[in-house]
């Protein structure tokens, strides 16, 4: 295979066979089920995928590994590829005939944008497994009072139960990336853990709390809410944003009247 791997695309490719191995047994795949393959490469994970059974729908962003794939996979009927930009990709139109799974090994710079932007459509989302940053996938599963538990931790713990599954070490990959990586699953909330009236109030609430993290809640969101607020909902205004629950931040925000427009949370330039 001639493919010279694209940095601006994110391609790092698996070549560790045992990973590929123990991806595939984590991830129990069924003959007949519906699964999304975001940035399959050249095929690393798909090869296996398409041998389970599963209907397999691919998005691919490089034409030239587009072209590739077409060619690698020809005698599969069980195979869709879809030359696209999985960011702008509508996931919810392929669940027209129920639930999806989705599997993935993400460019690292678009993983936390793309995540949210899939998780727009979690209804026909039954479960995700992503090989992410390990740092990503400690900041996804961070539990309150630890150095990782931020804004990403109560954002995706919102939406998903979150778990690690395993680390990645990166001789796993052609070309070999800087960091360690490591397999999440998020399994989409069919009710939310919580009561949230707005999102993007939640989403300013956590923003701004744990922008300036050393600081007690009290003056951290001063701008937004009262001391006394805070005390009438029993959280303790001394306490700073790691030390609060996901449950605390619903509270805090549904005391928040204006609603914020803004529901774009995540973007490509995001400072996590
Ligand atoms: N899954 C393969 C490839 C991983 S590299 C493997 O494990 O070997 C990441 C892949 O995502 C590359 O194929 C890259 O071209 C693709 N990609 C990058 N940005 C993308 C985007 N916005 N939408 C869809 N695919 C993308």
């Given at each position: 295979m001639s493919h010279i791997a694209r940095k601006r695309f994110g391609q790092n490719f698996l070549q560790d066979h045992r990973i590929i191995d123990s991806m595939i047994s984590s991830i129990e795949a069924q003959p007949n089920e519906h699964w999304v393959e975001i940035g399959p490469g050249q095929g690393a994970l798909t090869e296996p995928l398409l041998k389970s059974g599963v209907k397999l729908e691919v998005v691919e962003l490089d034409r030239d590994l587009v072209t590739l794939l077409q060619e690698k996979f020809k005698q599969y009927d069980n195979l869709r590829i879809h030359s696209a930009d999985a960011l702008r990709f509508d996931f919810s139109a392929l669940a027209v005939n129920g639930k999806l799974r989705v599997i993935g090994n993400l460019p690292y710079n678009i993983s936390t944008p793309l995540m949210f932007h899939i998780l727009a459509n979690s209804a026909c989302i039954e479960d995700?497994?992503?090989?992410?940053?390990?740092?990503?996938?400690?900041?996804i599963c961070a539990e309150p009072n630890s150095k990782k538990y931020g804004r990403l931790s109560v954002m995706m713990q919102y939406y998903c139960a979150t778990e690690w599954l395993f680390d990645v070490p990166p001789e796993s990959f052609d070309p070999v990336p800087k960091v360690m990586s490591a397999i999440v699953r998020l399994v989409p909330h069919t009710v939310p853990p919580v009561q949230v009236d707005s999102l993007a109030n939640l989403n300013t609430v956590v923003t701004t709390a744990f922008s300036q993290r050393r600081k007690t809640l009290r003056n951290s969101l001063k701008k937004l809410i009262d001391e006394q607020t805070m005390l009438d909902l029993g959280?303790?205004?001394?306490?700073?944003?790691?030390?609060?629950?996901?449950?605390?931040?619903?509270?805090?925000?549904?005391?928040?009247?204006?609603?914020?427009?803004?529901?774009?949370?995540?973007?490509?330039?995001?400072?996590l």
């Open positions: 995700m497994f992503f090989m992410l940053q390990k740092e990503v996938v400690d900041r959280i303790n205004p001394v306490l700073r944003a790691e030390n609060i629950s996901l449950s605390d931040f619903a509270k805090l925000s549904n005391t928040i009247v204006s609603v914020t427009q803004d529901t774009v949370f995540f973007d490509e330039a995001d400072d």
